[in-house]
Nanobody, 118 residues
Framework: QVQLVESGGGLVQTGGSLRLSCAAS??????MAWYRQAPGKQRELVAA???????MYADSVKGRFTISRDNAKNTLYLQMDTLKPEDTDVYYC??????????????WGKGTLVTVSS
């Protein structure tokens, strides 16, 4: 059984930074990603890491967010810089196979809340 546990969310001022972590256990996935969801809205892809090093980002976060993975610790990270109030969301860690970026998510974390104040 795969488990994903997020941490690092919190309250930050506009322009500040946060780093989210996702500790993963188990096996059977080859891609990981971060999604976010605001109340009443669909969950959206923020960033993904596939093939070990390939990355992709939503247009809204390009140049501000960085996804990475520490394979030794089996932990996924999302470094978020120059945060804006519109980044306020619950952020979810996700894992899956080669079709993860198309929305085929096999495993979800429970989420961590990021609040950006202005």
């Amino acid at each position: 059984q795969v488990q994903l546990v997020e941490s690092g969310g919190g309250l930050v001022q506009t322009g500040g930074s946060l780093r989210l972590s996702c500790a993963a256990s188990g096996s059977g996935f080859s891609a990981m990603a971060w999604y976010r969801q605001a109340p009443g809205k669909q969950r959206e892809l923020v960033a993904a890491l596939t093939g070990g090093t390939s990355t992709m980002y939503a247009d809204s976060v390009k140049g501000r967010f960085t996804i990475s993975r520490d394979n030794a610790k089996n932990t996924l990270y999302l470094q978020m810089d120059t945060l804006k109030p519109e980044d306020t969301d619950v952020y979810y860690c996700a894992a899956g196979g080669r079709w993860l970026i198309l929305g085929k998510v096999d495993y979800w974390g429970k989420g961590t809340l990021v609040t950006v104040s202005s």
